[in-house]
């Protein structure tokens, strides 16, 4: 008896515990994608830079506003996960035109509505990070009023912020135009990117993330 119950014990699968939790809160440019298309967001591939102690839920979706994602209860199922760190990424969709209902002002109440992020995610103990909106590859910037507007939320609040709207446009410029279309989830899409274009964008955001949260440096792999 005293052996079986040796052999089930080394036999139990071993489970790693979860000493960290990051959720991530944004749009389309970061969300989860399956195999039915190429298309990937940079949220999906966090996980990926941690040891399995960190766990990472990702509750971007496409089309969703800082107004939309708080109004459908995508925030509320973020920070229902108990998150040690959130990351909040938006400004595509707020971008929009006014006359959509997703559309915000950006130093209007897409600035209220990251305040609500901010001090929400406080209140549940969790560390909140603020991400500049991904550039678009396009010639006229239209999310420079939102990544302005989400940097100076981040001063006022003392708020962790990772410039991605700034690291990226370094990127697409050091990239060159053809380089940079390697990363296009398809030839007339200026915003999404492929597995090769999320990965280099999860990569930006990572560089800033570890040095922001030392927690999260030592669950590397």
Known sequence: MKFLLAMLFFAAPVVAETNLRIAIAGDSTVAEYGD???QRGWGQYIQWYFRDSVQVSNLAKGGRSTKTFLNEGL????????????LIQFGHNDSHDPKQPEATNAAGDYADYLRNFVDEARAAGAVPVLITPVQRRTKVDSLLPYADAMRAVAT?????????????????????????AELE?????RTHFNEKGARAIAALVMKELVEIDPRLKKELR
Request: charge should be neutral.
């Open 75 to 86: 925030w509320a199922k973020s920070l229902a996960v108990k998150p040690d760190v959130i």
């Open 36 to 38: 039915k298309t190429t």
């Open 156 to 180: 006022e609040k003392q708020v962790a912020l990772i410039d991605l709207h700034g690291s990226s446009g370094k990127l697409y410029g050091e990239l060159g135009e053809a380089a940079t």
């Open 185 to 189: 989830a398809n030839a007339k899409d």
